[in-house]
């Protein structure tokens, strides 16, 4: 059975930091493309960060520079670590395992990061 939890949201203060961790279990964890996305409140879900099983990385341009995603295959967990935070950061953020070998995509239930001004 595959799990994927998110945890580490909350309420913070614009400027302030959070770090996401999204722990990943029953897949082949480094063999997944491992990627954030986050749905702000009334629009649609948009990609925030991922990283490939090798290791490259892609940020959407609004966090480039903010943000930071990482992966520890021995514990099977994504991090994204947030900083300088915005009110426009609010929003429920998901992770998302992708594996073209396997052909198997799974989603978090998503945990809710907002950030007041």
């Known amino acids: 059975q595959v799990h994927v939890l998110e945890s580490g949201g909350g309420l913070v203060q614009a400027g302030g930091s959070l770090r996401l961790s999204c722990a990943a279990s029953g897949i082949v964890f480094r063999v997944n493309r491992m990627s954030w996305y986050r749905q702000p409140p009334g629009k649609q879900r948009e990609l925030v960060a991922e990283?490939?099983?090798?290791?490259?990385?892609n940020y959407a341009d609004s966090v480039a520079g903010r943000f930071a995603v990482s992966r520890d295959n021995a514990k099977s967990t994504v991090y994204l670590q947030m900083n300088n935070l915005k009110p426009e950061d609010t929003a429920v953020y998901y992770c998302?395992?992708?594996?073209?070998?396997?052909?198997?995509?799974?989603w978090g239930q998503g945990t809710q990061v907002t950030v007041s001004s």
């Open positions: 998302n395992a992708f594996s073209s070998y396997y052909s198997s995509d799974y």
């Open positions: 990283i490939t099983s090798n290791g490259s990385t």
